[in-house]
């Protein structure tokens, strides 16, 4: 599916910053930054990401934080008062 027709659908660009710890050095974090279209607020692909890394990955997690924006909006203009003066 193209990025313009799941923006259609309703998904968002979201980022998540996944912070884990190092398998060799569990004591010392690491950051890994994951970005992909996703479903605000259930975050399906997110979640599965998420569900694979515990699986699959050694490094245990410690927190996500995630951004999420939709890139299609409806225009938004705003009306200043003011008054320029070109010399």
């Given at each position: 599916?193209?990025?313009?027709l799941r ?6 660009l979201t ?67 003011g008054q320029?003066?070109?010399?």
């Amino acid at each position: 599916m193209s990025d313009l027709l799941r923006q259609m659908r309703g998904y968002r660009l979201t980022t998540a910053e996944i912070l884990y710890h190092q398998p060799d050095h569990p004591v010392l974090l690491q950051s890994f930054v994951w970005q992909e279209y996703d479903i605000a607020p259930r975050f399906p692909v997110l979640n599965r990401f998420l569900q694979f890394w515990v699986r699959e990955l050694d490094g245990k997690l410690h927190s996500v934080r995630v951004a999420a924006t939709g890139i299609i909006a409806p225009a938004e203009l705003k009306y200043y008062d003011g008054q320029f003066t070109l010399q």
